[in-house]
Structures are given as structure tokens and as C-alpha cells.
């Protein structure tokens, strides 16, 4: 599989002086660590811990069942010899053919749509608007995938604030921690996950991408919301309760004014 991990000689450069130079010092307070204040409680015991890699027996649950278990989990990929990582604090179920907003609703896999249908724990990683990618992990259930939605930065985050710059205009307010994974795109951007690299890789055997072990959390951390941007999917679609987050994180795309909890 090609892996377009290198960046070009210019994405340094294309990291504005103003922006690069705001952002870091926002970064150089408490204990001199790279930390915004939005930090949540996980910063102090995970920044630096390399966790257990989570084999594809994790995997083998149905996608409600694994939206849950992967938040407090970390996703990691390497860089040109390094880690990337954040705690996963937000997750979308889409479960296949009973599941209008779901790729897979045809029930038929397709070019597209196949790492949907492959062994549970296969990253199924697709382009938006052409430039864009998101990335979902497959389950228990043909063509059911849970979104990974959004990250708290554990590693990298100096690396993941050049690649989330690489397009954004100089006039663009700079960038907080809590904003370069804070939603699917920015996610897969921060950490370099792109279809040609991530698509179709086992995450319980890939040297790129994995999950690691991480917190268990239990149901009163975790809001029960509907999912985001898939009105066009219908009023069934929309009001299934099938968008997964840790309460309170400053992390999450999208936080309901009434945070529900299961």
C-alpha cells in the first residue's frame, strides 16, 4: 500500500510565523509542558505512556457496543519515525443496511465501501468534498462502522498544528489544542490519515495506524446524542441517539446544550 506520509519541503513554510509563534505560547505554561488550559483530566496520565496495542478481538463488537468502548481508547499513527496520538472523546455508530445514513445501506459492498464489510477492526477511511477524509473502524455486522469523531492530543501536537496549517489561510485566528482534532477531518489531517495510507489497514497488525488500550469509562461519562450532518439521511436517520462523547470534554465537535447521559 503507497503511504503518502512525507510532507514537501514547503509545509513549514506554509506555517505562518504569527500563527506558529501565538500557538506555542500558548502552549508554554503549566510545569513548561504542551498543554492549552481546556487540558482534561487525562493529559497528566497519558501524555507520555505508550499503552497496550489493542488486538482485533477488541474489535469483534457490534457498532453500538464499540462507539462506547473506543472512547478513552488511543489512536496512534507514525510519521516519519514518530507518534501521533490522541484519546478518542467522540464516536458515531452506523450499522449497516438497517441504517439510512450509513455508506454501506445497500447492504452490497462497492469499491468504496468494502473495508466496511472486512474483518471487524479494518480502517475504513473515505474522502469528502475532495480534500477531506474521515476515518471509521468496522465491526460485528455487515457493512456497520463506527466514525471516529473527534481526539484529545496526547503526542505530536507540535507536528499535528504544521499538518492542520498546511491549508488555512494567514488571516485564520490561531489554532488551540483543543481545536486541531476536534472533529473527523481535522482528526484524520492532524495525524496524517489519508485514504491511500489508512484505507483497508487491519489496526490490530498495522505498523501506521492502531489503537491502544486506555480508560474504561463508565456510562455516566459518556453522553448519548444524535448524530451531526446527516440530515439529508431522513428524520429516522437523524434521530437515532447513535453519537457517543465524553462529558464535559473540550475535545468533542459538538456538545448538546442538554447533555444527556445512558
Not at 190 to 214: R, V
Request: aromatic share 6%; proline share 2%; with cysteine.
Amino acid at each position: 500500500m503507497n503511504r503518502k506520509r512525507k510532507l514537501s519541503a514547503s509545509v513549514d513554510g506554509s506555517l505562518h510565523k504569527n500563527e506558529k509563534s501565538k500557538y506555542f505560547q500558548n502552549q508554554e505554561h503549566s510545569q513548561g509542558t504542551s498543554r492549552v488550559k481546556t487540558e482534561s483530566k487525562y493529559s497528566k496520565q497519558t501524555e507520555k505512556i505508550v499503552s497496550k496495542k489493542l488486538g482485533s478481538e477488541f474489535f469483534c463488537q457490534t457498532g453500538l457496543e464499540l462507539s462506547r468502548s473506543l472512547l478513552g481508547k488511543k489512536i496512534v499513527t507514525m510519521w516519519n519515525g514518530s507518534r501521533l496520538s490522541g484519546i478518542i472523546v467522540e464516536t458515531e455508530a452506523y450499522m449497516g443496511k438497517q441504517d439510512k445514513a450509513c455508506h454501506s445501506y445497500s447492504g452490497k459492498p462497492t469499491e468504496r465501501t468494502k473495508a466496511m464489510f472486512m474483518e471487524p477492526g479494518t480502517a475504513y477511511v473515505y474522502n469528502i468534498y475532495g480534500m477531506h477524509c474521515c476515518m471509521n473502524i468496522s465491526c460485528l455486522g455487515d457493512g456497520c462502522a463506527v466514525l471516529i469523531r473527534s481526539l484529545q492530543p496526547i503526542e505530536g501536537q507540535e507536528q499535528m498544528m504544521i499538518h492542520r496549517c498546511q491549508k488555512r489561510k494567514e488571516t485564520s485566528k490561531p489554532l488551540q489544542e483543543n481545536e486541531l482534532c476536534n472533529g473527523p477531518s481535522k482528526m484524520c489531517q492532524a495525524l496524517e490519515i489519508t485514504k491511500d495510507n489508512s484505507n483497508c489497514e487491519n489496526l490490530a497488525s498495522s505498523s501506521f495506524i492502531w489503537i491502544e488500550d486506555g480508560h474504561s469509562l463508565s456510562d455516566t461519562e459518556i453522553v448519548t446524542s444524535r448524530r451531526v450532518g446527516i440530515e439529508s439521511a431522513g428524520e429516522e436517520a437523524t434521530t437515532k441517539l447513535w453519537r457517543f462523547y465524553l462529558q464535559g470534554s473540550p475535545y468533542v465537535s459538538v456538545r448538546d446544550k442538554l447533555e444527556v447521559n445512558d
